[in-house]
């Protein structure tokens, strides 16, 4: 990644120079500029669920070959490609179970992680089975997590990720918003879409906030989602699904590669 090149670049000039690192020095700069393998880490917006083309041994975390994590490592052929996303998974899912492929040789980690620690599925539950109030009143209580408690569960999860892989360059990414406001659409009401909309901006400037503490980048799919929400005619998010529940409100293959896969592109 840049943060390689520029390491290698400063190397040779020092040894150019006639300036020789050594011990840790040299340590350091030879395994800055090897880090060049990547790492995609956190739930189900990372795994792929929804896009399918699940890998089978992947199991219960639902790896797709068209989520972007895997689109990304077959365009860019990193020198090694560890695929731990899985579907479900909490902060301390990741700290537990998905830490294992970080070393120093790795240049780029991708992670979504903080949606279900903050009951997103109990959120969407709550919403599609409940008064306009039932749903505003789940909602205010996972922004009060937010407020409380996952600031530090994603301390601790970014934290572990830059002692693990020091030569990384860590890109977390954010959640879309689900709805098109204003537009005639069979389902929720347009309370409900403007408060899970409100929601799912109070996460993003949650986890973007964090990110930037440590060091991170924040990459934002709003954008790249605008026009392909639900409601807007061409969406790139499931809607409730009766038949495969797992897959409601998770972005689609178009979503992964349209939506995701540019916003990491553009900030590896």
């Known amino acids: 990644m840049r943060r390689s090149r520029i390491a ?152 572990a990720i830059s002692a693990n892989a020091p030569n990384a360059r860590v890109v977390v990414i954010g959640y879309p918003r689900f709805y098109k406001l204003g537009a005639t659409c069979l389902g929720l009401s347009d309370t409900k879409r403007a408060a899970i909309n409100g929601a799912a901006d109070y996460l993003d400037t949650a986890v973007a906030a964090r990110a930037a503490a440590h060091g991170f980048t924040f990459g934002d799919v709003r954008s790249t989602f605008t026009g392909h929400e639900l409601c807007s005619g061409s969406a790139w998010l499931h809607s409730l699904n009766w038949l495969d529940i797992g897959e409601s409100y998770h972005p689609t293959a178009a979503g992964q590669s349209g939506g995701y896969l540019p916003v990491l592109t553009n900030a590896a």
């Open 8 to 159: 290698a670049f400063v190397s040779s000039l020092l040894l150019a120079g006639g300036i020789a690192l050594t011990g840790s020095g040299v340590a350091q700069a030879s395994s800055t500029a090897a880090a060049t393998g990547y790492v995609a880490l956190g739930d189900s917006y990372s795994s792929g669920v929804g896009s399918g083309s699940y890998i089978s041994s992947s199991g219960d975390c639902d790896r797709s070959t068209k989520a972007y994590p895997y689109l990304w490592n077959a365009a860019h052929a990193p020198s090694s490609f560890t695929f731990a996303a899985c579907s479900g998974a909490r902060t301390d899912d990741v700290l537990a179970s998905q830490l294992g492929g970080l070393n120093s040789s790795t240049g780029l980690v991708s992670i979504t992680i903080g949606g279900n620690d903050a009951g997103f599925a109990d959120v969407m539950t709550t919403c599609v089975l409940s008064s306009d109030s039932g749903c505003i009143s789940r909602i205010n209580t996972a922004k009060a997590y937010v407020d409380s408690t996952l600031p530090g569960k994603l301390d601790a999860v970014y934290t």
